[in-house]
């Protein structure tokens, strides 16, 4: 056993504290693993589970290193780390890259996509995890993401070995699956391309509340959500939107039944700060648990491309009668003529990375006088703590 050279964030009784990472050697490694996992040759650690034939490629989990913060850790992939898994695969063996973390009485698994960083586009010498993945695992036994160069990444404690070999080559799923299901099957079911008068004229016919909105397009993603959960209420046992909230309950539109937590749907164009909602409803929510957002990114072509042709369609057919009087140039600027979805991400907040959000409209006032609501964000250098999933249309 070694000890790291900075003092970073180690996980102890499922809290953050500064000290050393602890460092293994490959023998010290490979008998760890063997202490715990279904081994049947120790020198290799090769194993079968259900007829399954895997090998434990089992690496140290440490800090990233300096500059970098804190909290970010990794496996270091070997020279032979393709090598290695191209040869398994060709015997038809599943390779486990294993990361292995340890902190006094802390021992924590994480298993990283072998295929994705042995033979996906980027040249990875390492695969990253943070330390509040680490908490996550502490807490909830397993816990899963994608990051965001789409490598799927498994924390677990060892007494959840069973369950992620389960997950990995059995029938049981993530928790995440059935989230990941019902908005996959949704966001198949709309076109990916979303012109503004179509979508004004859709929301208009279908009397949706915010038809009127100039940021049509955050709006018509709510309508589409709406419209596919009623007309596929079967998958309402997993979420549900919520437009029309009681008094004194969570301002978020999301809510999944399944595990009785919250989250909100938003659309935003690929690369900008993603803004949430105030500090005063996260605070409130996360005390019942993790929050979900689902992010549909897309670009965006606005509305001078189209000689402002949707921007005079709201003013004249969209916008109510008594405000015509004003304006319609006085939009120009926010108005967007056409938006192309890319991808949607689901992310999470929680106790253990709110923290590392950003602050949007503090000490702002109204026009009125009184305090705008602080709001938080997510920058876009800073999406992977808090990317769970990310799917690319």
């Not at 990472?21 to 279904?38: H, N, Q, T």
């Not at 589970?49 to 070997?78: M, S």
């Not at 689901?346 to 702002?364: C, T």
């Amino acid at each position: 056993m070694n000890r790291g050279g900075f003092k970073v964030e180690q996980i102890k009784d499922g809290k953050i504290t500064l000290d050393y990472d602890v460092f293994y050697s490959r023998s010290e490694l490979k008998e760890i693993v063997a202490g715990y996992f279904p081994i049947e040759d120790e020198k290799t650690l090769s194993g079968n589970y259900k007829g399954h034939r895997f090998r434990i490629y089992a690496k140290n989990i440490t800090y990233l290193g300096n500059p970098w913060e804190g909290f970010k850790k990794r496996i270091q992939l070997g020279s032979n780390f393709k090598e290695t898994v191209a040869n398994n695969k060709a015997q038809r063996v599943e390779t486990i890259l294993l990361g292995v973390y340890h902190y006094e009485d802390t021992l924590i698994f994480a298993e990283f996509d072998a295929e994705s960083y042995a033979f996906g586009k980027s040249n990875n010498s390492a695969a990253h995890i943070h330390s509040f993945d680490l908490q996550r695992a502490v807490k909830d036994g397993i816990f899963t993401k994608t990051d965001k160069g789409n490598h799927r990444i498994m924390a677990f404690m060892p007494n959840k070995i069973a369950d992620f070999l389960e997950i990995k080559f059995g029938n049981a799923k993530d928790p995440l699956e059935n989230l990941k299901a019902v908005f996959g099957t949704f966001y198949s079911s709309v076109p990916k391309e979303w012109v503004g008068i179509d979508c004004y004229q859709q929301m208009l016919e279908a009397n949706w509340e915010d038809r009127r909105q100039t940021e049509w397009a955050g709006f018509y993603h709510e309508y589409r959500l709406s419209k596919f959960l009623d007309e596929n209420p079967e998958f309402k046992h997993t979420v549900i939107f919520q437009k029309n909230k009681t008094k004194d309950s969570i301002d978020l539109d999301l809510y999944y039944p399944e595990m009785k937590t919250y989250g909100d749907l938003k659309a935003h164009t690929v690369g900008d700060t993603i803004i949430g909602n105030s500090y005063e409803t996260l605070e409130k929510a996360i005390k019942i648990g993790p929050l979900y957002y689902v992010i549909c990114e897309h670009t965006t072509i606005k509305d001078i491309e189209f000689q402002y042709r949707t921007l005079l369609y709201w003013h004249n057919f969209i916008r109510e009668e008594k405000l015509r009087s004003h304006d319609p140039m006085s939009q120009k600027n926010r108005m967007k003529g056409q938006v192309n979805l890319v991808d949607f991400l689901i992310v999470q907040i929680d106790q253990f990375n709110m923290d590392r959000l950003s602050s949007f409209q503090k000490g702002f006032m109204n026009s009125d006088g009184n305090p705008r609501k602080e709001k938080f964000t997510i920058n876009k250098k800073d999406i992977d703590n808090f990317l769970v999933y990310k799917h690319v249309f």
